[in-house]
Nanobody, 126 residues
Framework: QVSLTESGGGSVQAGGSLRLSCAAS??????????MGWFRRVPGKEREGVAT???????IYADSVKGRFTISMDNAKGTLYLQTTNLKPEDSARYYC??????????????????WGIGTPVTISP
């Protein structure tokens, strides 16, 4: 069982930046490969994928965040990051970190994740 803990959310004005972090439990290092990602959800709406990254170096971004968000993984620390810039009010949501350690070559928003964090809130004011 892997636990994921997000941090870094907050309230900023439009145009601002936030760096979200997702710290995985120590046992993540027992896995050779991973598929990890950031998702977000607004109350009353479906969860949507923001970005995914796998151990093979493949990265996918949602069209709505391309050019503004950057996903990265510090393998030594077992920590996933999401650097956000030029934030917009429509980016406001609860952001979740997720992971899977099987079939990691298939890593996208619809491929399914096995482990989830509890999320961190992001609020962008106009």
């Amino acid at each position: 069982q892997v636990s994921l803990t997000e941090s870094g959310g907050g309230s900023v004005q439009a145009g601002g930046s936030l760096r979200l972090s997702c710290a995985a439990s120590e046992n993540i290092h027992t896995y050779d490969r991973y598929c990890m990602g950031w998702f977000r959800r607004v109350p009353g709406k479906e969860r949507e994928g923001v970005a995914t990254i796998n151990s093979e170096g493949n990265i996918i971004y949602a069209d709505s965040v391309k050019g503004r968000f950057t996903i990265s993984m510090d393998n030594a620390k077992g920590t996933l990051y999401l650097q956000t810039t030029n934030l917009k009010p429509e980016d406001s949501a609860r952001y979740y970190c997720a992971a899977r350690f099987a079939q990691t070559w298939r890593c996208n928003f619809a491929s399914g994740m096995d482990y989830w964090g509890i999320g961190t809130p992001v609020t962008i004011s106009p």
